[in-house]
């Protein structure tokens, strides 16, 4: 059976790049959003494997802690 589990931001920050486009197929540890904080990039990981199901920021938005980035579908 198949859920949606979201990406959710590590820290707060900007968005530097989206990565991963809706309906692309990821692995556990694919980088799916890059955010910016304190002049360091992150790479936001999806923490399941599946397809990415919406994406939910845009390039150059600021998130705080705990947002949700995007969604992937699991198998």
Same mark, same amino acid.
């Given at each position: 059976?198949?859920?949606? %589990?979201?990406? !959710?931001?590590?820290? /707060? ?5 989206? !990565?991963?486009?809706?309906?692309? =197929?990821?692995?556990?540890?694919? /980088?799916? %959003? =890059?955010?910016?904080?304190?002049? =360091? ?10 397809? !990415?199901?919406?994406?939910? !920021? ?9 947002? %949700? ?7």
């Amino acid at each position: 059976m198949a859920n949606s %589990v979201d990406v !959710v931001a590590p820290v /707060p920050g900007l968005v530097a790049n989206v !990565v991963a486009k809706v309906g692309a =197929t990821v692995a556990a540890g694919d /980088p799916v %959003v =890059t955010l910016q904080a304190m002049k =360091t990039e992150i790479a936001v990981e999806s923490e399941h494997a599946g397809t !990415v199901e919406a994406i939910l !920021v845009r390039e150059g938005q600021e998130v705080d802690l705990g947002a %949700v980035l995007a969604r992937v579908r699991t198998a």
